[in-house]
């Protein structure tokens, strides 16, 4: 329903009132607990909800090390300065921690009251303690433990003369305290191999139960055999979180790649920032901990179950259980291309619009790999943020060069935590003969962008790739994200502008169709928005869908507020933060804010105005966060072709449809699930997958007809075609 | 398969680097253009040389250039150096230092040069034409100065060369340190000083209509009130926008166009300067082309090529700029006109026999021109006060070579005795040398056709025949002075192609 617009309240509400925002790091918080609710959800299979527990813990370890650590910084500098919703770190680090250490318990009784008894009920018994185990499997596990574990082990003990060891970042440790001969009491620790498999399957019971214990269980129950000449009074896990987000001062480092890789030797050792232990540790044990790695209170996390419930996610694996988990679905040959032909003549033809994961991301890698073979093919140029493994693209990237084509390369180094990664990347294309450039100095370059130069018969034709998501064929298949791929001429010229920019050269004078961040993209967005607020003004119909991963930018919500109050409709697909405030009177009553957590990612980024029926549509790499806006190389590119808008709208469309995965954000600031009711149920991500499947059933069925056409008709075809 | 071709600009404070499609229907096809801010100027102009740390920042980025050329695989490249590359004292040195540490071989291009190109880039867009039958003025701003050319019915009028440039304007303003408010004010002195002496010189007879304006940064202008591909704007226009821009700061116009910081300060001595001009000459029409150096250096290619078709006769423009000189020394008569004309036909008639083509052509009609425009200073010395006033004339499309090469040949034409030494210079090559004594041998001949009676002369021919050049020309006069003098002035011409040429006079009654 729209409401209109309020100006007389407009005029005596300060829109940068703190009141109106919320704190991104509590609002990154409910994000998270949305997860754990898909893993409370009865409705989903049971090792679809362990995923998303395991999901949960690993985005938990992040938001520490990150963000956590980096206000403990901001504190310990002796930083006041309130954030947008006028909270110091102080008061946001207190805040957090009442707020983690109660989503915490969250996740853990989720383990343990709901997940264990249901694996159990199917079959699954998970050994919480060693002490648990019949006789038959303790002699497994330590015939086990003696074979594969014990070789690898390196336990220390820590005397006068002997320091406290270093215990390394997020590793699982095993704390003890030891009994000397000469009856002191001493500390005693061992790491928990992450080289091995943290779980282990016993052997099948006789009435066809299968069981699992952690590693961590069997090394204390053989912790004796690791301390002879001491008597083990005591042996708790333990695990300690460090910061890491670190910044390098560009201006100082004189080669950026070799500054990074002393960064990263350095994270290990950063400053403790979060202790886990289990609860029930002994005091004694945890007086030493708290004490050699200076935690306080506020920061000891006493855990009732497994430490780091990431290895559910390796539960998932575990085989044979495919019956409670959601069938696996492939991503479909794209809806706009055809299998057979050169992807160039594709794109000669028409613009190309790609819907990960629904649809394959095999064709980027594809136009990649032709054009690397490609004889007419003059240049690649493409950005790298974070790449797979065994990446295929690097290694079309590093044919091309070979192949004599001019490639370059700009590979982001300091994308988070795929530092070492990149690293080893760039030096291997360099070898093979790629202009590898690390960008621009101070700016992350977060844009996707890939340009292939041909010399063709009729001359050069440029072809580009933009994206929302990263050119990593792994995460392709759990991300969801739009390509785009054309070969217009205002594009091409804008392409070859980005990479000029990347290298170090001039801003061109015009960009015909992109906008750029850290340069213009603002600029844009707010011109966009400020633009429908001008036609709401006239009485116009005036709406703004958007669909991002982060809303925390004070200039966008602010003038998001005053589009509202102007009368502007605007429908927010938010998936993770959100500093904005809905329904708030005078502020922000015509917004609506939702947020899909599914199967996949929700990760393309997608903005449509309605601008008087002459609807505009752009996609981006960039959020609504200030990193993007402000310190980063970021592209904001439109889309034109009316079937492909059509589409895209379409899109937005489903996920504001959607009663199943969906959440709305109340006028208090919290999330509540969209139930269908009466209404016929709709789930935004199955929606996508069956139109997907649709499109490529019927591709199929075509082209199999087509083998049964008989020859004369052929020929009719074709004469009808001449006319 | 068309042609790619890259051409690089190594200006005062910037480089860049412009591919291009030649051929086919565009024509002249913009495909990528690379560039990065060096202020080079700022060394040559106070040192005269390129400091070391200039040179290999210079030396980077032209590897960079020549990287992109590889990946195009261009066909032919261009690259000059403009005014700082002028102020410099080694430039042989300099220039091979570039090319061997970058494989890209340059060379530097004169004032008249460099506005020649950059005029032709403006020229073979499509609006040029139309503008220019009205009053026009033509102006196109660089770092170190700016040129402008008027032009009037089709034709260019004149051409001057002003002090103001927007790198100097910059320097200037960086000593006086005024305020942003100031600006307006301190540049508008600055370009009025040379303005007023531009308008008392140049603007009697002619009315400015419309105003061609070739710039880096004013484009940006364009683009801030959109939708004005084509460049053309109004003046009524131009002064809400200069209303708007120029009570800002930079980094407030570079937020307002959406520009780069830099070009915003680049920006308004340029936007000042065309402010100036409009209040100036009352103009009602803008039109800026957004050409730069580099277009002009690919359309001059493309055109020499014959991948475009010329929309504009440049060797008329040259000619016009070297007859408005000769006119203001008083020296542009009948008998120059008779002169040139002579000159002309026996270069025609002996084509065979010395072999020279189009440009040689282009130069002796120039030398013909100009010929007694010292005449204006000395009646006694006219070989070297000609000589003087030649090489110190901006000719538009004429290289400083090449205007060395015309003084040389036209104080040659003078005396009865002429020594082969006068054409060694270090300048030259030896293949100048034998193109200056054709033309000086074919130049003095026609001096012997044209003295104070030349103006009866109703018809001039000249044939090859043999051994000798037959001269025929129908006159009404007796050509006393003509045939007694003739014989003095073939001498060079028989030394250098072994051939005599003859007059034969036909007389007709008045």
């Given at each position: ?723 | ?109 004169s004032n008249s040069e460099q506005r020649f190109l950059e005029y032709k880039g403006a020229a073979l867009k499509?609006?040029f034409e139309r503008y220019i039958q009205?009053g026009t003025a033509f102006v196109d ?6 040129q402008i050319t008027l032009f009037d019915m089709g034709h260019l009028v004149t051409t001057v060369n ?40 140049y603007?009697?007879?002619i ?5 061609i304006?070739i ?74 082309p957004?050409v730069?150096?580099?277009?002009g250096?690919?359309y001059d290619?493309?055109d020499r ?5 010329p929309l504009h006769d440049f060797g008329d423009d040259i000619l016009s700029s070297a007859a408005n000189i000769a006119s203001k020394?008083?020296?542009f ?7 040139t ?17 189009a440009r040689?052509r282009t130069l002796?009609n120039i030398?013909?021109i100009m ?22 004339s901006e000719i538009m499309g004429v290289s400083?070579?090449e205007r060395?090469?015309i ?104």
């Amino acid at each position: 329903m729209k409401k209109n617009g309020n100006n007389k309240t407009n005029d005596t509400i300060d829109l940068r009132d703190p009141k109106l925002y919320i704190n991104r790091e509590l609002s990154w918080m409910q994000f998270d607990e949305r997860i754990l609710e898909e893993a409370r959800d009865t409705s989903l299979p049971l090792f679809e909800r362990l995923k998303f527990l395991a999901i949960t813990a690993s985005n938990l370890d992040e938001f520490f090390m990150i963000r956590i650590a980096s206000l403990k910084d901001m504190k310990n500098a002796g930083y006041k300065k309130p954030d947008i919703a006028g909270m110091t770190p102080k008061m946001q680090l207190n805040a957090l921690s009442e707020v983690t250490h109660d989503f915490v318990s969250g996740q853990y009784s989720t383990f343990s009251r709901m997940l264990l008894p249901k694996l159990m009920d199917e079959g699954l018994r998970f050994v919480k303690h060693h002490e648990d185990l019949s006789e038959e499997e303790k002699a497994f596990v330590d015939a086990y433990f003696k074979e594969n574990v014990y070789p690898v082990l390196t336990p220390m003990a820590v005397d006068s003369s002997r320091p406290f060891p270093l215990v390394r970042n997020k590793t699982l440790n095993i704390g003890a305290l030891v009994r000397t001969e000469e009856n002191d009491i001493e500390f005693a620790m061992v790491q928990v191999p992450s080289g091995l498999p943290r779980i282990i399957e016993l052997p099948k019971g006789t009435d066809g139960t299968r069981s699992v214990i952690l590693l961590e269980e069997i090394i204390e129950r053989n912790i004796g055999g690791l301390f002879l000449s001491y008597n083990v009074i005591c042996a708790h896990p333990f695990r300690v979180m460090r910061n890491a987000d670190f910044t390098i001062d560009e201006d100082e480092a004189d080669d950026l790649l070799s500054e990074i890789e002393k960064q990263l030797k350095k994270r290990q050792r950063g400053v403790a920032i979060r202790l886990e232990c289990e609860s029930g540790i002994d005091k004694r044990l945890l007086a030493i901990l708290e004490d050699e790695l200076k935690v306080k209170d506020n920061d000891l996390y006493f855990i009732n179950g497994p430490l780091d419930l990431t290895f559910l996610m390796k539960l998932y694996g575990l085989p044979g259980f495919d019956r409670l988990k959601e069938k696996k679905y492939e991503p479909q040959f794209p809806k706009y291309m055809e299998p057979d032909v050169s992807i160039f003549d594709q794109i000669k033809d028409h613009d190309i619009l790609l819907w990960h994961p629904y649809e394959s991301f095999t064709p980027v890698v594809r136009f990649i790999q032709e054009a690397a073979r490609d004889e007419d093919t003059l240049a690649i140029k493409q950005t790298l943020y974070r790449v797979s493994g065994d990446s295929p693209i690097i290694k079309a990237l590093a044919q091309a060069a070979e192949n004599g084509k001019q490639v370059t390369v700009l590979v982001e180094l300091k994308a988070r935590f795929d530092e070492e990664n990149n690293i080893i990347w760039a030096k291997m294309l360099e070898k093979a003969g790629c202009h590898v450039i690390y960008g621009l100095k101070g700016l992350k370059t977060h844009s996707k962008i890939t340009l292939v130069v041909r010399r063709e018969e009729d001359g050069l034709r440029r072809y580009v790739h933009l994206g929302t998501g990263n050119y990593n064929d792994s995460t392709a298949k759990q991300y969801t994200d739009i390509g785009f791929l054309t070969c217009a001429e205002p594009y091409g010229e804008d392409a070859t502008a980005v990479f000029n920019m990347l290298s170090g050269y001039s801003e061109p004078a015009i960009w015909n169709k992109l906008s750029l961040a850290p340069l213009w993209l603002k600029d844009r967005f707010l011109y966009l928005i400020h633009r429908e607020t001008e036609h709401a003004k006239n009485g116009r119909d005036a709406h703004i869908i958007a669909k991002v991963n982060s809303l925390c930018d004070i200039d966008i919500i602010e003038a998001l507020y005053n589009a509202s109050n102007a009368g502007v409709r605007i429908d927010l697909i938010v998936r993770g933060i959100c500093c904005l405030r809905t329904g708030v009177p005078g502020v922000s009553e015509n917004i609506t804010v939702r947020s899909i957590v599914g199967t996949y990612l929700e990760h393309a980024r997608i903005f449509w105005f309605l601008n008087e029926g002459k609807e505009e549509i752009y996609c981006a790499s960039a959020d609504w966060m200030p990193r993007n806006l402000e310190r980063r190389v970021e592209i904001l590119f439109p889309i034109e072709n009316p079937k492909l808008v059509d589409d895209l709208k379409h899109i937005l469309q489903i996920q504001l449809a959607d009663n199943t995965k969906a959440r709305l954000m109340t006028d208090d600031g919290i999330y509540i699930r969209i139930t269908p009711g009466r209404n016929q149920k709709v789930g935004a991500q199955k929606t996508f997958m069956k139109e997907s499947q649709t499109v490529a059933g019927s591709r199929e069925a075509r082209k199999n007809e087509r083998v049964f056409v008989p020859e004369e008709a052929q020929t009719e075809d074709e004469e009808v075609l001449k006319i | 398969m068309k042609k790619l071709f890259a051409a690089i600009d190594v200006g005062s404070y910037e480089l860049c680097m412009k591919v291009f499609e030649l051929g086919g229907k565009t024509g002249v096809k913009e495909i990528d253009c690379i560039r990065h801010r060096i202020d080079i100027g700022n060394d040559t102009f106070h040192n005269h040389m390129i400091s070391r740390e200039k040179m290999d920042e210079l030396c980077e980025i032209m590897k960079g250039f020549h990287r992109a050329m590889d990946t195009y695989r261009v066909n032919d490249y261009l690259a000059y150096g403009t005014s700082a590359f002028r102020e410099i004292e080694n430039t042989g040195a300099v220039l091979d230092q570039i090319e061997r540490r970058t494989g890209i071989r340059m060379s530097v291009l004169s004032n008249s040069e460099q506005r020649f190109l950059e005029y032709k880039g403006a020229a073979l867009k499509s609006g040029f034409e139309r503008y220019i039958q009205t009053g026009t003025a033509f102006v196109d701003i660089g770092g170190g100065s700016s040129q402008i050319t008027l032009f009037d019915m089709g034709h260019l009028v004149t051409t001057v060369n002003l002090h103001l440039g927007t790198l100097r304007i910059r320097t200037k303003l960086r000593d006086l340190e005024p305020v942003y408010s100031d600006y307006e004010v301190i540049i508008g002195e600055m370009v009025m000083n040379e303005l007023d002496y531009f308008k008392e010189l140049y603007l009697k007879d002619i009315e400015v209509d419309n105003i061609i304006i070739i710039d880096d940064y004013m484009s940006a202008i364009m683009e801030a009130i959109g939708g004005r591909p084509e460049g053309h704007i109004t003046a009524r226009e131009y002064k809400d926008i200069m209303k708007a821009l120029t009570v800002k700061a930079p980094y407030q116009i570079a937020a307002k166009l959406h520009i780069p910081e830099d070009n915003a300060a680049m920006l308004l001595p340029s936007a000042i300067l065309v402010d100036k001009i409009i209040n100036m000459t009352g103009a009602k029409d803008l039109y800026l082309p957004g050409v730069s150096l580099s277009d002009g250096i690919a359309y001059d290619f493309a055109d020499r090529k014959k991948y475009i078709k010329p929309l504009h006769d440049f060797g008329d423009d040259i000619l016009s700029s070297a007859a408005n000189i000769a006119s203001k020394y008083g020296s542009f008569d009948l008998i120059t006109s008779k002169l040139t004309d002579a000159a002309l036909i026996i270069f025609d008639a002996t084509k065979k026999l010395h072999g020279m083509g189009a440009r040689e052509r282009t130069l002796l009609n120039i030398a013909a021109i100009m010929r007694n425009v010292g005449k204006y200073v000395s009646m006694s010395v006219p070989a070297e006060t000609s000589y003087a006033i030649i090489k110190d004339s901006e000719i538009m499309g004429v290289s400083h070579k090449e205007r060395i090469m015309i003084a040389t040949i036209v104080q040659n034409s003078y005396p009865n005795n002429i020594s082969y030494e006068a054409f060694k210079s270090l300048e030259f090559e030896s293949k100048d040398e034998i193109i200056m004594i054709k033309l000086t041998a074919i130049l003095r001949v026609a001096t012997g056709l044209a003295k104070n009676t030349a103006k009866s002369i109703r018809d001039l021919s000249a044939q090859l025949k043999d051994k000798e050049l037959i001269i025929k020309v129908t006159t009404k006069d007796k050509m006393l002075l003509e045939k007694g003098l003739f014989s003095e002035r073939t001498d060079t011409f028989e030394e250098v192609f072994g051939v005599t040429p003859t007059l034969l006079v036909m007389r007709v009654n008045a």
